[in-house]
């Protein structure tokens, strides 16, 4: 687990704040940015522009985790889920805010800044995004 | 490029072996394989050693030159290099030394692979096995290892109206020719109830959709074609490899249910066998969770996308079927030392082709695949092997 302080500093925008960037060559969006475009490669470079997402997208897949790691123990059982951004990027995060028997593929969702994990009861805690269904 | 062969191979007993070291696990399957193949020391002129993480399993690096030191080389001074790959680092290591057979440089190679995953706790175990998932935008989020692989499986479910019950026929059949394998670590038949009530580790893949914590070592020894005379082993030759790699996330991969490594490696590999799919003869691939071994079979091309439970439920896959998958027990019967897998599938397949696997022997069994994954499929090897 990412643990190391400034680890976790360096990740800051993207988590907090779903910063992402965009090929200025072919317009494909990525989460996290990319230093360069996997399509376009030597095209893309210093052409890669930053974007905010809108944090909105659809259920993928999803998988309901019973055997959790230490930091996320006090949490099982709980949805973690494959989510298609609207922009087109994929991302893996928790769901929240949904009943387990309700959860399906294709839901859409959309993000919230939410408690991802903590070091021991007195330890850092990390926050990130989250995805609760949308109302 | 000139052609190599496998001629001597070595195995531990898979399974928790508390009195067993490291160094004694590797000393063994590589003293194996070097008295199989009737090689001297002097002969070897290199080893590769394929370990996921001993540093965090045992807390040793730098085990390229412990494993040539345990198996009694240091005086011999043979160059000696550790490779990793996530849980495909034996076939990675096994795919370096064949390179440097077909390359010229060497003619005699010593490829070990080794884990030693109880010497931690479970849960120690289970987060080293998620460091081969990306750390920073899968595991900090709190998807574990297993549950990838029950992302994939919920997808192909959703995909292709695979089952519970397809998942499950896959740990049964393994289960049973893990029955006929004295070196599995589990060598008990289960019943498909068995595996569908298990205990849920991340759903839709429960304790009997996933391998073991294993300990165990691995060993080949790999020679130029054209000196094999040389040598009293039998051989075995390597007639394709392939190795390719996609994004280390899942989420990052084109499609969810295919692993687009396999695909590459394998037509890799089939096109210098110059073979097709539907002429291997049996294959070992790589069944982490019974989920992978579906997909396997999908992406190796022996059936279509979306059919692999149905291969399986119509019993293609068993020992008796046309296309035999996973005679050893596969990961989930036989064990998974991570590190160890892929160079203990070219084992399974060597003595297939040599006709001496016994009770779980294929007839006439000529030309053999084996297929090792790393991660959630951002590294994946394929090796064709033909018996000579
Ligand atoms: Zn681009």
């Known amino acids: ?135 | 490029m000139r052609d190599v062969a496998v001629i001597g191979i070595g195995l531990t007993k898979f399974g928790e072996l508390w009195d067993q070291s490291f160094r004694q696990l590797t000393a063994e399957a590589g003293s194996k394989a070097i008295l199989d193949s009737g090689v001297g020391g002097k002969d070897i002129d290199a080893m590769y050693v394929g370990s996921m993480s001993s540093g965090r399993f045992v807390g040793q690096e730098h085990v390229g030159a412990l494993v040539a030191d345990a198996s009694g080389f240091s005086h011999l001074h043979i160059p000696s290099t550790r490779v990793e790959g996530a849980c495909a680092s034996g076939s990675l290591a096994l795919r370096e030394g064949y390179l440097s057979i077909a390359s010229g440089v060497n003619d005699v190679v010593v490829i070990g692979g080794i884990e030693k995953m109880n010497d931690v706790g479970g849960s120690a175990a289970t987060e080293t096995l998620a460091t081969a998932a990306d750390q920073e935008w899968e595991a900090f989020f709190g998807v574990t290892f297993p549950g990838l692989y029950a992302m994939i499986a919920k997808r192909h479910m959703h995909e292709f109206k695979t089952t519970r019950e397809d998942l499950a026929r896959v740990a049964v059949k393994n289960h049973h020719n893990g029955t006929m394998n004295p070196f599995a670590q589990y060598q008990k038949e289960i019943s498909i109830d068995t595996a569908l009530n298990a205990t849920p580790v991340a759903e839709p893949l429960g304790l009997m959709d996933c391998s073991p914590v294993t300990d165990g070592a691995a060993a080949v020894v790999l020679c130029a074609a054209d000196r094999i005379g040389d040598f009293s082993g039998k051989p075995v030759k390597i007639i394709g490899s392939g190795q390719a790699s996609d994004t280390l996330s899942l989420h990052g991969r084109r499609d969810i249910t295919t692993l687009d490594a396999s695909v590459h490696a394998g037509k890799m590999a089939y096109k210098q066998a110059h073979l097709k799919p539907s002429d291997i003869n049996l294959a070992e691939v790589h069944d982490c969770f019974t989920i992978a071994e579906i997909c396997a079979i999908e992406d190796l091309g022996f059936v279509k996308k979306g059919e692999g439970g149905k291969a399986v439920e119509n019993k293609i896959t068993t020992i008796d079927g046309s296309l035999p998958v996973n005679t050893s027990g596969g990961l989930k019967s036989k064990g998974h030392p991570v590190g160890a897998t892929g160079v203990a599938q070219i084992v399974e397949i060597t003595k297939q082709l040599r006709g001496e696997a016994d009770k779980r022997q294929i007839k006439d069994a000529r030309i053999g695949l084996a297929h090792n994954v790393g991660g959630s499929g951002a590294t994946c090897v394929v090796n064709i092997l033909e018996g000579m």
């Not at chain 1, 925008?13 to 360069?36: I, T, W």
């Not at chain 1, 376009?40 to 985790?65: A, H, N, Q």
Request: positive net charge.
């Open chain 1, 1 to 135: 687990m990412p643990k190391d302080v400034p680890r976790f500093w360096r990740e800051i925008q993207q988590r907090y704040n779903m910063k992402g960037n965009k090929c200025g060559s072919c317009d494909r969006v990525y989460f996290p940015p990319r230093e360069s475009c996997p399509y376009c490669r030597r095209e893309s470079m210093g052409k890669m522009e930053k974007i905010k997402l809108s944090g909105k997208g659809e259920i993928i897949t999803y998988t309901i985790i019973h055997v959790g790691p230490e930091e996320f123990e006090e949490q099982v059982p709980y949805p973690v889920a494959i989510i298609q951004l609207e922009e087109g990027p994929k991302i893996t995060a928790q769901i929240v805010d949904c009943k387990i028997d309700e959860l399906k593929i294709g839901m859409k969702v959309e993000s919230e800044f939410r408690k991802i994990q903590q070091d021991g009861s007195t330890g850092a805690i990390y926050y990130g995004y989250k995805f609760k269904p949308v109302e």
